[in-house]
């Protein structure tokens, strides 16, 4: 089955949600950190810079030992650590979502004060380590999602996905310059929540491409055969169907194990987001 049309939006998608955290994150540590004389200005543009290149050094690092390991192995040796690097990608976007939802609010909040305190105090080493930190797990949560990615689907050559998170990279640029300085037009909630809701579909496409994978390991049985046939309404191998099957785990001729994993898989999101009920205690 070719994936590229799905691929190709898929590692745009997600270099362009992380890279905007990222974004979001370097943007608050500078606003915050930014604030005093020329000279404190200077050290702190230093420590931001030490700290992002220090991040993306650590991402870069977890992609080389990913490869690397991958290049010792041969035969169904990669295609486990495929198939595991595929599941892992679905259960971290699962994970950041619901991190997003429950913590990810306050972020803004708890990153302020220690910027500026860094700052006020002259602890450049501090506020260094801290956009390290950020930028370190927000690349390396970019390096799984991507490795999943491209590990589970096939078609696109390097320069296509080059093309891809470049296109991504450019579109976070302009969504966080959009969202910094057009915040009367944009909203804030409403582009989580669409990002959340294409990240799980992403999800979504993850595990199937993970159950499929196991089941060609052997690692597991389909338990059936096709439950049924709607390839000839929307074919998943090729044209619309394959976009649609790439990105969300659609399957014109699906299999029981796959379909019950693909409904627990949504049964267990509905659960997770379901709105929380507020208790009015009686005075």
């Known amino acids: 089955m070719?994936?590229?049309?799905?691929?190709?939006?898929?590692?745009?998608?997600?270099?362009?949600?992380?890279?905007?955290?990222?974004?979001?994150?370097?943007?608050?540590?500078?606003?915050?950190?930014?604030?005093?004389g020329p000279e404190r200005k200077r050290k702190a543009c230093l420590a931001l810079a030490a700290g992002i290149a220090s991040g993306l050094l650590l991402a870069l690092s977890l992609?080389?030992?990913?490869?690397?390991?991958?290049?010792?192995?041969?035969?169904?040796?990669?295609?486990?650590l495929q198939f595991v690097m595929v599941a892992a990608a679905a259960c971290l976007i699962v994970h950041m979502v619901m991190w997003m939802r429950r913590g990810g609010g306050q972020m803004s909040s708890e990153l302020r004060p220690v910027a500026r305190r860094s700052s006020?105090?002259?602890?450049?080493?501090?506020l260094s380590i801290l956009t390290a930190v950020a930028i370190g797990r927000e690349g390396s949560e970019t390096v799984v999602f991507l490795y999943g990615l491209l590990a589970g689907a096939s078609g696109a050559?390097?320069?296509s996905n080059l093309v891809s998170a470049t296109l991504g990279l450019f579109a976070a640029s302009l969504s966080y310059l959009m969202l910094r300085w057009g915040a009367n037009a944009l909203s804030w909630n409403l582009f989580f929540r669409v990002s959340e809701a294409l990240l799980l579909v992403v999800g979504a496409g993850l595990l199937m491409t993970a159950v499929d994978r196991a089941i060609g390991l052997g690692l597991v049985a389909p338990l059936s055969g096709p439950i049924w046939d709607t390839s000839r309404v929307l074919d998943d191998g090729s044209?619309?169907?394959?976009f649609i099957a790439g990105l969300s785990g659609y399957r014109a001729r699906p299999e029981l194990l796959p379909l019950l994993l693909y409904a627990a898989y949504w049964l267990a999101i509905g659960y997770l987001l379901r709105p929380r009920r507020q208790l009015l205690l009686a005075a």
């Open 157 to 159: 050559g390097v320069i």
């Open 120 to 126: 006020e105090l002259g602890n450049w080493l501090g």
């Open 239 to 242: 044209g619309l169907g394959a």
């Open 2 to 36: 070719t994936l590229t049309g799905a691929q190709a939006f898929q590692v745009t998608f997600v270099v362009w949600r992380e890279s905007l955290e990222a974004l979001l994150v370097v943007g608050i540590l500078a606003t915050w950190s930014l604030r005093g």
């Open 63 to 80: 992609a080389v030992v990913l490869v690397s390991f991958e290049s010792f192995l041969s035969g169904d040796g990669q295609d486990i």
